[in-house]
Protein backbone atom coordinates (compact mmCIF):
# COMPACT_ATOMS: atom_id res chain seq x y z
CA UNK A 1 0.00 0.00 0.00
CA UNK A 2 2.87 2.44 0.59
CA UNK A 3 4.16 1.75 -2.78
CA UNK A 4 0.41 2.28 -4.17
CA UNK A 5 0.78 6.40 -2.44
CA UNK A 6 4.31 6.94 -3.51
CA UNK A 7 3.24 6.30 -7.13
CA UNK A 8 0.00 7.86 -6.83
CA UNK A 9 1.77 11.17 -5.07
CA UNK A 10 4.74 11.06 -7.50
CA UNK A 11 2.24 11.52 -10.12
CA UNK A 12 -0.56 13.36 -8.64
CA UNK A 13 1.12 17.09 -10.02
CA UNK A 14 0.94 15.82 -13.47
CA UNK A 15 -2.39 14.56 -13.32
CA UNK A 16 -3.70 18.15 -12.23
CA UNK A 17 -2.99 19.53 -15.31
CA UNK A 18 -5.40 18.09 -17.31
CA UNK A 19 -7.86 19.49 -14.77
CA UNK A 20 -6.42 22.87 -14.59
CA UNK A 21 -6.06 23.32 -18.28
CA UNK A 22 -9.71 22.36 -18.40
CA UNK A 23 -10.69 24.70 -16.17
CA UNK A 24 -9.01 27.52 -18.11
CA UNK A 25 -10.94 26.16 -21.08
CA UNK A 26 -13.77 26.11 -19.69
CA UNK A 27 -13.31 29.89 -18.39
CA UNK A 28 -12.85 31.25 -21.49
CA UNK A 29 -15.98 29.64 -23.25
CA UNK A 30 -13.83 26.93 -25.52
CA UNK A 31 -15.88 23.85 -24.45
CA UNK A 32 -19.64 24.00 -24.35
CA UNK A 33 -19.97 24.24 -20.42
CA UNK A 34 -22.68 26.74 -19.36
CA UNK A 35 -23.78 28.66 -16.02
CA UNK A 36 -27.05 29.08 -16.46
CA UNK A 37 -29.25 26.56 -15.48
CA UNK A 38 -32.63 26.72 -17.76
CA UNK A 39 -34.65 23.60 -18.61
CA UNK A 40 -34.51 19.58 -17.87
CA UNK A 41 -32.38 19.18 -21.22
CA UNK A 42 -29.23 19.39 -18.09
CA UNK A 43 -30.16 16.18 -17.26
CA UNK A 44 -30.06 14.85 -20.30
CA UNK A 45 -26.92 15.90 -21.28
CA UNK A 46 -24.74 14.77 -18.02
CA UNK A 47 -26.49 11.10 -19.27
CA UNK A 48 -24.90 11.88 -22.95
CA UNK A 49 -21.67 13.14 -21.19
CA UNK A 50 -21.81 10.11 -19.14
CA UNK A 51 -21.90 7.74 -22.33
CA UNK A 52 -19.34 9.55 -24.36
CA UNK A 53 -17.19 8.81 -21.15
CA UNK A 54 -17.61 5.91 -21.20
CA UNK A 55 -17.38 4.47 -24.37
CA UNK A 56 -14.15 6.68 -24.48
CA UNK A 57 -12.23 5.49 -21.46
CA UNK A 58 -13.24 2.01 -22.50
CA UNK A 59 -11.38 2.01 -25.94
CA UNK A 60 -8.42 4.80 -24.17
CA UNK A 61 -7.94 1.46 -21.62
CA UNK A 62 -8.06 -1.25 -23.99
CA UNK A 63 -5.20 0.49 -26.22
CA UNK A 64 -3.35 0.84 -23.23
CA UNK A 65 -3.36 -2.94 -23.12
CA UNK A 66 -3.37 -3.92 -26.36
CA UNK A 67 -0.34 -1.62 -27.58
CA UNK A 68 2.75 -3.32 -26.51
CA UNK A 69 4.86 -0.39 -26.21
CA UNK A 70 2.12 1.98 -24.26
CA UNK A 71 1.49 -1.29 -21.96
CA UNK A 72 5.43 -1.30 -20.98
CA UNK A 73 6.07 2.01 -20.54
CA UNK A 74 2.70 3.88 -19.61
CA UNK A 75 -0.07 1.15 -18.22
CA UNK A 76 2.56 -1.08 -16.38
CA UNK A 77 2.70 1.16 -13.61
CA UNK A 78 -0.64 0.41 -12.55
CA UNK A 79 -0.87 -3.42 -13.16
CA UNK A 80 1.91 -3.91 -10.43
CA UNK A 81 -0.88 -4.75 -8.26
CA UNK A 82 -2.36 -7.71 -10.31
CA UNK A 83 -3.24 -9.56 -7.07
CA UNK A 84 -6.06 -9.81 -5.11
CA UNK A 85 -4.39 -8.92 -1.59
CA UNK A 86 -2.33 -5.92 -3.45
CA UNK A 87 -5.13 -4.05 -4.70
CA UNK A 88 -6.30 -1.18 -2.55
CA UNK A 89 -8.26 2.25 -2.77
CA UNK A 90 -4.58 4.19 -3.65
CA UNK A 91 -4.16 1.90 -6.47
CA UNK A 92 -6.71 3.98 -7.87
CA UNK A 93 -4.23 6.86 -8.18
CA UNK A 94 -1.24 4.64 -8.64
CA UNK A 95 -1.04 5.58 -12.34
CA UNK A 96 2.04 6.77 -14.56
CA UNK A 97 1.25 10.25 -15.08
CA UNK A 98 0.55 10.31 -18.93
CA UNK A 99 -1.71 7.40 -18.35
CA UNK A 100 -3.94 9.41 -16.07
CA UNK A 101 -4.06 12.02 -18.34
CA UNK A 102 -4.83 9.71 -21.24
CA UNK A 103 -7.62 7.73 -19.50
CA UNK A 104 -8.85 11.63 -18.18
CA UNK A 105 -9.14 12.95 -22.40
CA UNK A 106 -12.57 11.50 -22.70
CA UNK A 107 -13.88 13.52 -19.84
CA UNK A 108 -12.13 16.54 -22.00
CA UNK A 109 -12.93 15.90 -25.37
CA UNK A 110 -17.35 15.22 -23.94
CA UNK A 111 -16.92 18.97 -22.69
CA UNK A 112 -16.46 20.37 -26.71
CA UNK A 113 -18.98 17.50 -27.80
CA UNK A 114 -21.96 17.77 -25.06
CA UNK A 115 -23.78 21.62 -23.49
CA UNK A 116 -23.27 20.68 -19.67
CA UNK A 117 -23.25 22.88 -17.02
CA UNK A 118 -19.80 23.66 -15.11
CA UNK A 119 -20.90 22.67 -11.79
CA UNK A 120 -22.42 19.11 -12.89
CA UNK A 121 -19.12 19.10 -14.61
CA UNK A 122 -17.04 20.20 -11.06
CA UNK A 123 -19.47 17.53 -9.42
CA UNK A 124 -18.17 14.45 -12.40
CA UNK A 125 -14.54 15.38 -11.51
CA UNK A 126 -15.23 14.82 -7.87
CA UNK A 127 -17.11 11.82 -7.82
CA UNK A 128 -14.51 10.08 -10.56
CA UNK A 129 -12.20 11.05 -8.17
CA UNK A 130 -14.66 8.43 -5.22
CA UNK A 131 -15.07 6.32 -8.70
CA UNK A 132 -11.57 5.22 -8.97
CA UNK A 133 -10.97 4.89 -5.35
CA UNK A 134 -13.94 2.15 -5.13
CA UNK A 135 -13.23 0.04 -8.10
CA UNK A 136 -10.10 -0.88 -6.55
CA UNK A 137 -11.11 -1.52 -3.08
CA UNK A 138 -11.86 -5.03 -3.55
CA UNK A 139 -15.73 -4.78 -1.56
CA UNK A 140 -18.19 -5.68 -4.90
CA UNK A 141 -21.22 -4.25 -5.01
CA UNK A 142 -22.53 -5.97 -6.92
CA UNK A 143 -24.97 -4.16 -8.33
CA UNK A 144 -25.90 -4.40 -12.28
CA UNK A 145 -24.49 -3.26 -14.48
CA UNK A 146 -22.35 -1.09 -12.81
CA UNK A 147 -18.16 -1.91 -13.49
CA UNK A 148 -17.94 -2.89 -9.52
CA UNK A 149 -14.58 -3.85 -7.21
CA UNK A 150 -15.29 -7.54 -8.66
CA UNK A 151 -14.97 -6.56 -12.14
CA UNK A 152 -12.01 -4.20 -11.91
CA UNK A 153 -10.46 -7.31 -9.76
CA UNK A 154 -10.46 -9.39 -12.48
CA UNK A 155 -9.14 -6.38 -14.82
CA UNK A 156 -6.18 -6.48 -12.96
CA UNK A 157 -5.67 -10.20 -12.71
CA UNK A 158 -5.92 -11.48 -15.70
CA UNK A 159 -5.60 -8.56 -17.75
CA UNK A 160 -7.88 -8.99 -20.67
CA UNK A 161 -11.35 -8.18 -19.74
CA UNK A 162 -13.13 -5.65 -18.13
CA UNK A 163 -11.62 -2.36 -19.43
CA UNK A 164 -14.78 -0.26 -19.09
CA UNK A 165 -15.78 2.84 -16.54
CA UNK A 166 -18.52 2.88 -14.68
CA UNK A 167 -20.58 -0.33 -16.37
CA UNK A 168 -19.51 -3.41 -18.10
CA UNK A 169 -21.96 -2.55 -21.37
CA UNK A 170 -18.42 -1.82 -23.31
CA UNK A 171 -17.07 -4.69 -22.15
CA UNK A 172 -20.46 -6.77 -22.55
CA UNK A 173 -20.44 -5.28 -26.50
CA UNK A 174 -17.34 -5.99 -27.14
CA UNK A 175 -16.54 -9.39 -25.69
CA UNK A 176 -13.95 -8.15 -22.97
CA UNK A 177 -16.60 -8.93 -20.17
CA UNK A 178 -16.15 -11.57 -17.45
CA UNK A 179 -18.66 -11.55 -14.44
CA UNK A 180 -17.06 -12.06 -11.20
CA UNK A 181 -17.43 -14.77 -8.78
CA UNK A 182 -18.23 -14.26 -5.23
CA UNK A 183 -14.83 -15.66 -4.24
CA UNK A 184 -13.08 -13.60 -6.81
CA UNK A 185 -12.94 -10.07 -4.63
CA UNK A 186 -13.01 -11.90 -1.06
CA UNK A 187 -9.66 -12.22 1.29
CA UNK A 188 -11.13 -14.44 3.27
CA UNK A 189 -9.50 -18.10 2.51
CA UNK A 190 -11.26 -21.04 2.13
CA UNK A 191 -11.82 -23.60 4.87
CA UNK A 192 -12.53 -26.27 3.37
Same mark, same amino acid.
Given at each position: ?????????????????????????????????????????????????????????????????????????? +?? *????????? @? !?????? &????? /?????????????????????????????????????????????????????????? +?? *????????? @? !?????? &????? /??????????????
Amino acid at each position: MILHISVAMKAMLWHSLLPAFTEYMIEHGWTKCYSTLDDFLCFLYIILYLVLVEIGVYWVHKTLHDIKFLYKHI +HA *THHIYNEKN @T !ISPFAG &FAFHP /VDGILQAVPHVIALFIVPIHVISHLILLFLEGIWTTSIHDCIHGNIWPIMGAGYHTIH +HT *TYKHNYGHY @T !IWMDWM &FGSLR /VPLTEDCSYKKKTN
